[in-house]
């Protein structure tokens, strides 16, 4: 069982709808989530950060975290073409010494928004 | 505020020479941590470094090292290069010391073996 698990896509939604991004992790004690997008042949660029069980909500961006299904998701609202890209959700599992700086990643889901 | 700056972007190497790849994070960061990334493999942690002790390794060979400095400045190192070295190197820079702050990633630097 890889450790984060992201829904494997490609995703296709149609301009202005809402895009859905989900990820599982192994690890129960995991303790602070992240979602990144990437485009193409650039590097990861942070869009949302959660730590507590609920959703936390940024401009267009929702993420979910429900630890006790060791499940967090993100939610584009509006979805625009320039939302094109790979989403890859991060979590450090707050382990003490073996965590110190370590994101553990997805493989990422590649969204396409079409107009 | 500047971001996090990785030198050089590019790099293209043999197999058995060895390299040294920059980066600089953001002001006020003090925590760097190096990422490899491969269409196989993803992104796959090799290291962290704070206040320049490394606090945590990944599971890579020991041909892979890295340091850090007074200024919080990193390198990293791959000596021996091999084939499979080829990748995206990047780095990314937190606050620091605790655990689970967001990280900021580099523009990281494209490495290339022949």
């Known amino acids: 069982q890889k450790e984060v698990e992201q829904n494997s896509g490609p995703l296709s939604v149609p301009e202005g709808a809402i895009a859905s991004l989900n990820c599982t992790y192994s690890d129960r004690g995991s303790q602070s989530f992240f979602w990144y997008r990437q485009y193409s042949g650039k590097s990861p660029e942070l869009i949302m950060s959660?730590?507590?069980?609920g959703d936390k909500e940024d401009g267009r961006f929702t993420a979910q975290l429900n630890k006790a299904s060791q499940y967090v998701s993100l939610l584009i609202r509006d979805s625009q073409p320039s939302d094109s890209a790979t989403y890859l959700c991060a979590v450090n599992s707050g382990a003490g010494g073996t965590s110190y700086g370590k994101l553990t990643f997805g493989q990422g889901t590649i969204l396409t928004v079409h107009p | 505020k500047a971001g996090v700056t990785q030198t050089p972007r590019y790099l293209i190497k043999t197999r058995g020479q060895q390299v040294t790849l920059s980066c600089s994070p953001i002001?006020?960061?003090?925590?760097v941590s190096w990422y490899q990334q491969t269409p196989g493999q993803g992104l796959q942690f090799l290291f962290e470094?704070?206040?320049?002790?490394?606090?945590n390794k990944g599971n890579f060979p020991g041909r892979f090292s890295g340091r850090q400095f007074s200024n919080s400045r990193s390198e990293m190192n791959v000596s021996t290069l091999e084939l499979g070295d080829s990748a995206l190197y990047l780095c990314a820079s937190s606050l620091g010391p605790d655990l689970g702050q967001p990280q900021h990633f580099g523009d990281g630097t494209r490495l290339s073996i022949l």
């Open positions: 470094y704070f206040s320049e002790t490394q606090r």
């Open positions: 002001s006020g960061h003090r925590s």
């Open positions: 959660i730590y507590s069980n």
